[in-house]
C-alpha cells in the first residue's frame, strides 16, 4: 500500500511539474506577443526615436530628438533599444523588446527571492519541529510568487511599452532581492559565520551583497537618482521596523557597495558629463529630477491618495488577495502587542522579515511619490513587486486547503495572459486607432509623398516623432512647431522653400484648410480624431 502512495505522489508531482513548466513557456511567449502595434502615447515614440537617433549615429552617450539635446532621462531604455534595432532592425518589436525582458527579469527576480526564502523557511521549521509555523508549508511559494507577477496587469502593461517604468522597477527589484537574499542568510547564520569563507553568504563581500550595489548602479542609469534612493530608504526602512540595528557587515558594505554602484552609473553618467558639461547637469537633475518632483512643472497633477488606488489595481486579478493581505497585515500589527505565546507570536507583526521587508518596499515609494508634485500610473511600478510579494503569500494560504483552489488559481492566471495575448495581437490596435498617426503618415508615403515635411496645425503629435521622423517642422529650441492658423503655413512654406507640405490637422479645424483660398488641398486620410493633407501653393 505504501508502494503505491508513494507512486502516485510522484505522479502527482510530475504532473504539478509539467502544469508550472506550461505556465512558464506561456508567459514567456506571452510577454513577446503583441509588441508590434503602433506605439502609443507621448513617451514610446519620442524614447523610441531618441534610441533610433543613437542608432543611426552610432552614438551611445548623448540623447537627442530631432537632432537636437534630450536629456530628459538616462541612457539604460535608449541602449537596449539600440540593441535590439541592431538585432531586430528598427520596429515597434524591436523598441519594446528590452522592456518585455525587464518585465520577465522582474518576475525571475521574485521567484529567486521565493525559492531562498522558502529554503531558509524550511530550514528553520525543521528546527523549531513546529507543525503550526508560519514558516511551514512554502515549497511551491516561488512558483505561486512568480506565477502571480506575471500574470499581474500592472506588471504585463508596463512590460509591453517603451517607457522606463519597468527599465526602472526590474534594477531596483534585483538590488532589493539580493539584499533580502544576503539578510535571511545572515538572519539564520549569524555573522560568526563570516570566518569561514571570505565569500561566504553573510560575508562582508558576499555575492549577494555585490548584488545590492550592483543593480543599484544599474537602476542610476534607468531612470536617475530615484535608482538609489528608493533602495537605501528601503533598507534603512527595514531595518527600523525589524527594530535592530543593521549588522556591522552591511555597514562596512556601505563604504566599498556605494563606489561599486557609483563606478556602475559612471559608465555613462561620466561620458555624458564630458561630452555635455553643465548642461547636461542643468537639464537632466535639476530640472528633470528636482523640479519635476517638488512641482507640477511638466503638468502631471494629482490628488496625494492617487497612487492609494492605482497601486491596487495594478494588482489586478489578483486584488482580492491583495485586499486579503492588507487585512491580515492590519491584524497582525494589532496583534503585536497581545503576543503572550509562542503561537501568537509566530503570526506577530515583526516575526516574519519577508512581511517586514515587503512593507518597507511597499511604503517608501508610495510615500515618496503621494508627495510629489508630478504623478502618473508608472511611477509607482517599483512597489508594484512587494504588493505582489503580500498578495502571493495571501495566495499561498488559499490554495493550500485543497488541489481544486490550486488550479482555480493558475486557470485565472493563465486566461489572464492568454486574454492579454489575444487582445494585444487582435484588438488593441482597432481600439486605440485615434492614439496613433502611423496609418496616417503610411497613407501618405503610399500616395508618393514620403519626402514631403510635415506641419501641425492646431495640435502636436508626439506619435508623429518616430513615424514621421526628420520630416517635422520644429522650434528653435528643438520642440515641434505648433501652428495655429493657415497663414502661417503658407510662412512655413516659404521659410521651407517647398511647393506642398502635409498637415496634420484635428479634424473640427479641416475647414480651415479645405476652404482656403490660400492654398490647395486634399484629405489623404484620418484616424477620427486627425486628418493628414496636403496643401499645395497655388
Same mark, same amino acid.
Given at each position: ?31 513577446? !506577443? ?11 515614440? /519620442? &524614447?523610441?526615436?531618441? $534610441? ?25 531604455? #535608449? ?20 522592456? $518585455? ?13 521565493? /525559492? ?23 515549497? *511551491? ?71 545590492? &550595489? ?90 496625494? #491618495? ?19 493581505? !492588507? ?11 497581545? $503576543?503572550? %505565546?509562542?503561537?501568537?507570536? %509566530? ?71 492568454? !486574454? ?24 501618405? %508615403? ?13 495640435? @502636436? ?22 501652428? #495655429? ?8 512654406? %516659404? ?5 506642398? @507640405? ?6 473640427? &479645424? ?6 482656403? *483660398? ?21
Amino acid at each position: 500500500m505504501s508502494e503505491i502512495t508513494k507512486q502516485q505522489s510522484q505522479i502527482a508531482n510530475r504532473k504539478s511539474q509539467i502544469t508550472w513548466l506550461i505556465l512558464a513557456l506561456l508567459i514567456v511567449a506571452v510577454y513577446f !506577443i503583441g509588441l508590434t502595434i503602433p506605439l502609443l502615447g507621448p513617451d514610446e515614440p /519620442r &524614447y523610441s526615436q531618441v $534610441a533610433r537617433e543613437m542608432f543611426l549615429r552610432g552614438d551611445w552617450v548623448t540623447p537627442t530628438l530631432g537632432g537636437f539635446d534630450w536629456f530628459e532621462k538616462p541612457a539604460l531604455l #535608449y541602449w537596449l533599444q539600440i540593441a535590439s534595432y541592431k538585432i531586430f532592425g528598427v520596429s515597434e518589436f524591436a523598441a519594446r523588446f528590452g522592456s $518585455a525582458a525587464f518585465g520577465l527579469g522582474t518576475v525571475l527576480s521574485l521567484r529567486i527571492l521565493g /525559492r531562498k526564502w522558502s529554503a531558509i523557511s524550511s530550514q528553520q521549521s525543521d528546527e523549531t519541529q513546529n507543525p503550526k509555523s508560519e514558516i511551514q508549508n512554502r515549497g *511551491d511559494f516561488a512558483n505561486w510568487l512568480a506565477l502571480i507577477a506575471a500574470s499581474s496587469i500592472g506588471l504585463i502593461v508596463f512590460s509591453r511599452g517603451a517607457s522606463f517604468d519597468i527599465i526602472l522597477t526590474f534594477p531596483v527589484t534585483a538590488s532589493l532581492v539580493s539584499f533580502f537574499i544576503w539578510e535571511i542568510s545572515h538572519w539564520k547564520h549569524g555573522e560568526t559565520q563570516n570566518k569561514k569563507s571570505f565569500f561566504s553568504k553573510t560575508s562582508v563581500f558576499s555575492v549577494a551583497l555585490i548584488g545590492f &550595489y550592483f543593480f543599484i548602479g544599474v537602476a542610476l542609469i534607468a531612470k536617475g537618482l530615484v535608482g538609489i534612493v528608493f533602495p537605501f530608504a528601503i533598507v534603512a526602512f527595514y531595518y527600523l521596523l525589524s527594530r535592530k540595528f543593521p549588522p556591522k557587515t552591511f555597514i562596512l558594505s556601505l563604504f566599498w557597495g556605494t563606489f561599486l554602484a557609483l563606478l556602475v552609473a559612471c559608465a555613462w553618467y561620466l561620458p555624458m558629463y564630458r561630452a555635455n558639461g553643465w548642461k547636461f547637469v542643468d537639464e537632466f537633475f535639476i530640472q528633470h529630477h528636482f523640479q519635476r518632483y517638488t512641482s507640477n512643472k511638466y503638468q502631471h497633477p494629482q490628488p496625494f #491618495y492617487f497612487f492609494l488606488w492605482v497601486l491596487p489595481l495594478m494588482t489586478i486579478p489578483w486584488l482580492p488577495f491583495f485586499f486579503a493581505s !492588507i487585512w491580515n497585515l492590519i491584524r497582525r500589527i494589532f496583534s503585536r502587542g497581545n $503576543a503572550e %505565546n509562542a503561537e501568537d507570536k %509566530n503570526h506577530s507583526f515583526s516575526s516574519s522579515p519577508l512581511l517586514l521587508f515587503s512593507v518597507s518596499w511597499l511604503l517608501v515609494p508610495l510615500v515618496f511619490f503621494s508627495i510629489s508634485g508630478s504623478k502618473l500610473p508608472g511611477y509607482i511600478l517599483p512597489a508594484l513587486p512587494a504588493a505582489l510579494i503580500l498578495t502571493a503569500e495571501s495566495v499561498r494560504r488559499f490554495v493550500q486547503k485543497s488541489r481544486a483552489r490550486q488550479i482555480f488559481v493558475q486557470t485565472i492566471a493563465a486566461l489572464t495572459l492568454i !486574454i492579454v495575448a489575444i487582445l494585444s495581437q487582435f484588438f488593441v490596435t482597432n481600439f486605440l486607432h485615434e492614439e496613433t498617426v502611423k496609418h496616417l503618415i503610411d497613407t501618405a %508615403n503610399s500616395k508618393g509623398y514620403a519626402n514631403e515635411k510635415i506641419l501641425t496645425l492646431h495640435t @502636436i503629435s508626439h506619435s508623429a516623432e518616430f513615424y514621421g521622423a526628420g520630416r517635422l517642422v520644429r522650434e528653435e529650441d528643438g520642440k515641434q512647431k505648433r501652428l #495655429y492658423g493657415v497663414s502661417q503655413v503658407v510662412d512655413e512654406m %516659404n521659410r521651407e522653400n517647398v511647393k506642398q @507640405i502635409l498637415v496634420l490637422i484635428p479634424i473640427v &479645424y479641416l475647414p480651415q484648410i479645405t476652404k482656403s *483660398d490660400l492654398f490647395e488641398s486634399q484629405v489623404l486620410d484620418d484616424n477620427g480624431e486627425l486628418a493628414m493633407t496636403v496643401v499645395r501653393l497655388k
